[in-house]
């Protein structure tokens, strides 16, 4: 079955660490996303790609980094620079469109601090 | 820029009972509009969207929603609760040529035997 996997599920970060977290799609979409959600607040957008290669930083981006390399896969990598990272991380992806494609979610990894 | 407000970021309801859920958005430009729930610990499920065409919109699981444009307004319904629908309810709105998609803050929905 086609869907969005993201590992770890639970994920624990010391003090100064970077961590990485896994989105692999086999939907073969164009566009992926990776969003922070923290309680009562919704989802955010952190960085969204529309195509190989080329990535854009979305609303709260500062802390984190992202690369591109293959169509089915969108690391996101958790600096020591983001000082508050305690979240559930969601990544989707959808077909390049004019915005009446839905996105398609991966199942999240909660990110915790030591 | 766009922007979604839920009102009501806890609503509980009796099984049986209509469920109402409240959604607003601003936007300068027509919406595409989407509903989604999310059960614990789980990511995103597309409950239903609107596009263009019909402003009734039917999705699963029994729910639906009605774009009134005059109103701004996606309001999601469900005729008769059933304890499954015990979730987390999410609008959002993505805007004719933008490539973002803007979350409310969510509805918590609680179910009452």
């Known amino acids: 079955d086609g869907g969005i996997t993201q590992s770890p599920k639970y994920l624990f970060r010391k003090e100064g660490q970077n961590v990485t977290l896994s989105c692999e799609q086999n939907?073969?979409?164009?566009?992926m996303y990776w969003y922070r959600q923290d309680p009562g607040q919704g989802l955010r957008l952190i960085y969204y790609?529309?195509?190989?290669?080329?990535?854009q930083k979305g609303d709260i981006a500062e802390g984190y980094s992202v690369s591109r390399e293959k169509k089915e896969s969108f690391p996101l990598t958790v600096t020591s620079a983001q000082k508050n990272p305690t979240a559930f991380y969601l990544c989707?992806?959808?077909?390049?469109?004019?915005?009446?494609?839905?996105?398609?979610f991966g199942d999240g990894t909660r990110l915790s601090i030591l | 820029a766009q922007s979604v407000t839920q009102l009501g970021s806890h609503v509980s309801v009796s099984e049986g009972a209509l469920v109402l859920l409240r959604c607003n958005y601003s936007?300068?430009?027509?919406?595409?509009l989407f509903w989604y729930v999310q059960y614990p610990n789980q990511g995103l499920q597309l409950l239903l969207k609107?596009?263009?065409?019909?402003?009734l919109v039917k999705g699963i699981n029994g729910f639906e929603a009605e774009f009134k444009k005059s109103e701004t307004s996606f309001h999601l319904t469900k005729p008769s609760a059933h304890m499954s629908d015990a979730a987390e309810y999410f609008c959002?709105?993505?805007?004719?040529?933008?490539?973002?998609?803007?979350f409310g803050t969510g509805t918590r929905l609680t179910i009452i035997p």
């Open positions: 989707a992806s959808s077909m390049k469109d004019r915005g009446n494609q839905p996105q398609h």
């Open positions: 939907l073969n979409h164009d566009a």
């Open positions: 790609s529309q195509i190989v290669n080329d990535f």
């Open positions: 936007s300068s430009v027509p919406p595409y």
């Open positions: 609107y596009t263009t065409g019909a402003t």
């Open positions: 959002a709105v993505r805007p004719f040529g933008n490539e973002k998609l803007t």
